[in-house]
Structure formats: structure tokens, C-alpha cells
């Protein structure tokens, strides 16, 4: 791993790991923290797949999910849906936790595209809570 970024370290790791037998390509997807990181690879002799450009499927939505930074139970500022606009910083809702309640902001402007927990529902620490599209 690396000394300097432990996520950068377990990107370096994922690189160097040998595919299994009879794969000719593997994506592994890992989101941590708010970041994301996607790393494919494929064996050494294995024909290149196309450029995702040149597929003939639909370019990806960029989104980013919104997670718990606490266990509590999860209560929403507002009645939130698929297809709300949020502004980078507003408050989504917040998370109860032993009298102290724990605001959970919206990270980047975009718009809501699912929402995964319902008001007065308990969380887990890291529990994806909402999905935002990001433009």
C-alpha cells in the first residue's frame, strides 16, 4: 500500500492482484467517503475492449450517493423525491444519535435520483442514504 493515500495504496493493490482463470476482464468498483474509483483490467494478450464511446450503450449518469456519518435514526429536513434539484451544502436532514443530531448535507449541486432511506428509519454509519446526478 501506499504511505502517503491508504485509498491510492488499495488502488495499487487492485492493479497488481492477478485476474482468476478464465476471465478475460474484471471491473471492480469501490466508493468510499464520498469518493469513488473504478479500476478494469484485463489479461495480458486479451484483445482491448471497445472505447466506451464507441459502444452502443448510453453514456453513464455521473452521480454520487450521500452517506450516513453516524448510527442513528435518519430524519429528512423536507419530503425529498426523485427528480428534486440540490444546491451543494443544503441540508438533506439529520441523523439522532444520543440527544445530538448530525446534519447531512447535500455534497454537489445536482439532482436527487433515488431516495434510499425513509424519514425515521435507523441508519448505519456509511449507509447510502440518497443517490444525487450530478451535472
Known sequence: ?????PLLGLVDDLLKMPLPAGLSGATIEVE????????????EGAAPSAPAATRDEAPREK????????VGIFNASREWSAGQAVSRGEVLGGIQSLGHVAEISAPADGEIREVLVAGGAPV??????FVIAIP
Open 1 to 5: 500500500m501506499s504511505d502517503n493515500d
Open 32 to 43: 468510499a467517503d464520498g469518493f469513488a474509483v473504478a479500476v478494469t483490467r484485463q489479461h
Open 63 to 70: 452521480t454520487q450517493r450521500v452517506h450516513a456519518t453516524t
Open 124 to 129: 448505519e454509519y456509511g449507509q447510502a442514504l
